[in-house]
């Protein structure tokens, strides 16, 4: 019969592994040898059209001394800081706002008017707000000239002491984007009856921020940390493109070093070992997450 | 207060408009900060040097529709690349996703769950972490400057989310469907073309503009691989544009609003796609 061998019998069938076939040629060649060799080529001074001597942990050792590729981490740390804190606080006040509008239709309006910005491509965002901070006719020096605090204006992305903050405050105040989203589903998932019981045994709504809300959006919080960690290195974009990095390695961030040491310096051995050491932190640190998330999960259940 | 009495209402009533106006109030306050920029963007994109230093913030009279002349005459290439690079990631990561999700979802065959195991790990190598060693590889190819090093490598990154959203999706199709088609003779690629495709269309939308986005938005893989200044995409080809105008503000505004408008479009015509793409997205790592 045919219809009950469809699922349950396994067997060889060739034509299903030629339909395979276009799919793992593809991330075999493009995904998994490169990463592979990436891992390999960690180990060898990498050199193109000569040969390429092994030297064990030589680019690692060079790594610890690295004092560019360690003062990068520091900024990475601090953006990925900013992006759970500051950068959440104004999504959530905006999506418990939100929630509390009545009319349902400027509800509906405002809401695509927050996350309109998301339509525009990131590189646009990015140049944008390189002018904004343009130090002659950027639109915060031109604001604070006229509003007589010129004294305030700065060469924002020119000067080391501003640079890396003028970068984390690009696309204030940060509403259009995932946690808005995820806030706005986690709490209109929640379902109104919660909400209204709480309304009768007359919580104020502060009291019912605190007490209701916040824990009820825990998962979503866990969530969104997992999605920071893994999404913090597309910061590099922003940096690339206004600074580069600079001035003075202000805004250096890891994948710039690895750039500047393969392109620039010619060092692919040494640049596979530092994208080595980037994914395997990234990859314990959503690990560990999704584990002490699991372990949390397990204990709701039991409760 | 123990009763409502007559005067009590229409206070509370009021009380209730007052701070619903000002939520509103607030929120729009909010909203306009984060569009503000685009509207400058559209505003200073018709304007030219003068008009900048005298009417920095006021409207464009007399608008200066030339500066998006010019600004398309310098990009129209990076469209016309991006366009190519685009639709052909698409249609092979449809074709192969859908095709792929099918085997998987509706068939059982020795090393099914290792295979797709082996699809799914890559969700969890960073992109960046493979940049240099893809990049000799690319090299290695001889791929470097061809229309392929933008279009295969970013096939490859797109497909993996796509196989297992469309896995995930076939597999939600009931059975019965295809029991009785089988009944009624119909073969697996009948069954492929006739039912599967038609009943994936929410997610092939899904698929498409995930992809789509993914490959306009791409930066440092066009930025390393691609020098020939007709091989620039519009994220890469935006960027030399700035350098050419560093100072031609009006000009470099609308080379901005251009490059900004085939996203618009794609949000205007595909944005409920976007927010089911979330949710799905969402959904997938949770498991």
Redesign the interface.
Known sequence: MRFNSQRKIRRFRPIIYLGLLPLFSILVLFAYYPAINGLSKSFYEWKFFEASPFIGFNNYRNMLADDVWWEAFGHISLVLLAGVTIMWLLPLLAVEMLISLKNQRIQFVLRTALLFPLAFPIIVTIYLWGFIYNPNQGVLNVALNQLGLASLAQNWLGDPKTALWALIFINFPWIAGLPFFVFLTGLQNIGTEIFEAAALDGASRLKRFFLIDLPLLKKQFRLLFILAVINILQFGITAQALTEGGPDNATMFPIIRILNVAFRGGDWGYAAALSTTLFVITFLISTFIFLVSRGEKNNDKSL | MTSLSKTARPRRNNR?RVQ?ST??A???F??F???F??L??VLTSLKNNQQ?VDS?WGLPIPAHFENYVAAWDQTKNYFITTFIVVSATVIAVLL?GL??GF?FA?????G?NF?FT??GL?L???S??????????S?DLNMLNTIWVLI??S???N??LA?ILFRNFIDSIQ?EL??AA??FGATNTQIFRYIVTPLSFPIIGTVSLLTMINV??D??WP??TVTDDNLRT??IG??FF?GQNATD?GG??AG?TL??VP??L??AFL?KYF?AG??GG?AT??K
């Open positions: 209730i619903q939520l509103v607030i929120l729009s909010l909203a900060i984060g569009l920029p685009y400058f963007m900048i920095y192969l095709l792929s085997l509706r068939f059982s065959f020795l099914r295979l082996v699809v890559l969890m190598v960073p960046i972490a493979a940049l240099i060693p893809l990049f000799v590889l090299k295969i490598p096939i490859a990154a497909l993996i196989v059975q295809f029991d089988q009944v306009y938005n930066f440092f930025l390393l519009v994220a935006i960027q700035q503000y470099l505004m901005y490059a900004s996203l618009l794609l949000f944005s927010l979330i949710s969402l790592p949770d």
